[in-house]
């Protein structure tokens, strides 16, 4: 059968070229005609933009009030966070029995996409937070390959040295603290990946709006299966629009130099139009918010280089981050979707399996009720850690008939679906679904007390829990 599967993939990947190149044209002709394409960024937008990079990425700074830390793992591998606790030999006791929530971007942005749950005051007083930048994003260090094994073996090795440092495996504290993960986009296709492969590393897991390209993947295997069986027609339709929405997938998996110029042409026209669409319907973002957003996806640049004599290495970005172009910075966030990242087997060290196993063990002992032990063997990819997932209905990237068919299959016990109906795909962003998100996150940090249900509807008039298991 190899040859079979080889010229499938070699199929495949000729109609996502083909595909990608249609919708690249049908974009260019789009940006072209409104105009966006061949309009300056005004000088006001400029002086803002280096503002919110300087405030974003200025190592001396605190934006928001947040510190800027490092962590560097087992290979040298360095991937930067920020946080608004920072974790020392010194961390006192109350600081070390509170929930450790771990928040997990998507494309194109970085930890600063978080900047508004994280201002919220009661969570800074409730938690440890930590938003990270994924490998090759903001200002963690860049990889070769963006690999399914490369991306999900450095992001868990983080999170368990970040377990560490905030004390949770920590067996002389009377109280074991909760992790709690949060995962948009990409974020929650690699967190639903850790909660079906390495559920021991979080309590709950909170999900929102992804995973963009196994979707797109089956959309494609189903096209195939449709195409051969004409009694599911009336599934076709929302493969249809998922292929239509998401046809920017295919555009980023077009060869690498049409790919940097995608991300450099009409001076970042493309990053400018994402971000204005993902402040949702709720009225025109300023000049300000644009600024943030874009250069959250930029991460540090030139100006946030370091000087040979002033540096202690381990506390700077490395200086690949720096130096990389935005066009290069685009390519590098985008190699997620032509790294088959979703698709790919995750070969797990040796190391990790002990690393899982022993934190595992420990919630094993320590807690009667532990969701460690036996699994239910669920269908494939079934997550077997507790989640919530809070999905915006109106997602312009993700079919929310392809996105929530069939869920309750995956999921584990004392998971909930949340559903914001008015909530496009950067429910993290918008101001109606970001406040949602927010309250799911305090009610989990709280303890999960009450129903959840009840706390989403109060932030968001209209969601509704549609499945619970
Ligand atoms: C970073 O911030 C510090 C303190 O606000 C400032 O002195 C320094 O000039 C900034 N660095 C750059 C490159 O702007």
Known sequence: MPIVSASLGALRSIIIQVVGFLFMIYYWILTVLSGAFLRKPTAEYNSE????????????????????????????????????????????????????????????????VWRHILASPWLRESSNLVAVDLPGYGGSDLLERYSATE????????????????????????????????????????????????????????????????????????????????????????????????GYVFALQLPRPIVRVQGSGGNGALLRMIHEMAHGTAGTPSAKDIAESVASSLGPGSAQDWREDTVNLEMQYSKAVVRQGSSEKFVSMTNYYRHGISAGHWDKSVETVAALYSIGRGSEIRRKSSHAGVFDEGPEGSLKSKATIVWGLSDDAIDPQLGLDGIADYLFKDSQVIVLPRAQHHTIVEKEGRAAVQKVIEWAVAGEEGDVAVVAKAAYPGATVTVRT
């Open 49 to 112: 933009l280096a503002l919110a990079r300087d405030n974003l990425w200025n190592l001396s700074k605190q934006p928001f009030g947040l510190h800027h830390r490092f962590l560097s793992l087992r290979d040298g591998y360095k991937f930067h966070y920020v946080t608004n606790t920072i974790a020392s030999a010194s961390l006192s006791a109350a600081a070390s029995t509170r929930p450790l929530v771990i928040f997990l971007h998507g494309f194109p942005d970085s930890w600063a």
């Open 151 to 246: 991306v999900h073996e450095r992001l868990t090795e983080f999170i368990i040295a970040l377990r560490e440092l905030y004390g949770i495996d920590d067996y002389t504290n009377d109280i074991q603290a909760r992790v709690i993960i949060v995962g948009h986009d990409w974020g929650c296709g690699i967190a639903m990946r850790l909660a079906a492969e390495a559920p021991q590393l979080a309590d709950r897991f909170i999900l929102s709006n992804g995973p963009l390209v196994s979707s797109c993947t089956l959309s494609l295997s189903f096209m195939i299966v449709i195409l051969r069986n004409r009694k599911a027609l009336h599934t076709i339709k929302p493969i249809i629009r998922q292929v239509k929405s998401s």
